[in-house]
Structures are given as C-alpha cells and as structure tokens.
C-alpha cells in the first residue's frame, strides 16, 4: 500500500503566503520525480511544478518566480512554497509521484487526495 498525503492548504489574502507538504508513505523502495499539480473549477488539472531525484526542476510559467519546489528524499517528502498568491492560484493541489515499490520491477504513478488553497482578492 502506497499512499501521499497533502497538508498545508488553506485560505488565504492575495500577496500572502502558504507551503504545501506531501508525505509518501508505504512499502516505498524508491521515488524518481515528484510534483504538484492543481484543478480549478471547471478547468482541467494542470502542472505547477516537478522535481526529479537528481535535482531537475520545472515550473508552469504562470508560477516561475512565485513558487518554489523541493523535496526531502531521506523523508519521502516533497514540499512547495507558495508565495504572492493570487485569487488565479486558487485550486485544489495534487501531489504526484513516480515511485517503486518493494519487489517491484516498475516504477507507477501515484496521486494524493488533493489539498485546497484558497486565495481571496
């Protein structure tokens, strides 16, 4: 059993600030990339930002310069820091990852169950 728990949304004015956690849990034997995504309403779900075990990083141009990812690999954790929010930002956010798991030869994708952040203007 694999599972990725999102924490750290929430409401919060525009120009403010919020850090979303994911924690990977399970019989994990080894993470490649992990990422956030978000789904607004009414829209399809779209991608915020990556990171690869190795260090690689993209951003969605409409976040460059305002969110930052990073990741614990020791702890299976993945983290975005979101600041100078915009009501645009609003959303629920996914965290996603390619892991393995033990005795498994392939890696698979797997999602979290979504966190909402709210920006009010």
């Known amino acids: 059993q694999v599972q990725l728990v999102e924490s750290g949304g929430g409401l919060v004015q525009a120009g403010g600030s919020l850090r979303l956690s994911c924690a990977a849990s399970?019989?994990?034997?080894?993470?490649?990339?992990m990422g956030w995504y978000r789904q607004a309403p009414g829209k399809q779900r779209e991608l915020v930002a990556t990171i690869t075990s190795s260090g690689s990083i993209n951003y969605a141009d409409s976040v460059k310069g305002r969110f930052t990812i990073s990741r614990d690999s020791a702890k299976k954790m993945a983290y975005l820091q979101m600041n100078s929010l915009k009501p645009e930002d609003t959303a629920v956010y996914y965290c996603?990852?390619?892991?393995?798991?033990?005795?498994?030869?392939?890696?698979?994708?797997?999602w979290g169950q979504g966190t909402q952040v709210t920006v009010s203007s």
């Open positions: 996603n990852a390619d892991l393995r798991r033990w005795f498994a030869d392939d890696y698979m994708n797997y």
């Open positions: 399970g019989i994990i034997a080894s993470i490649n990339a």
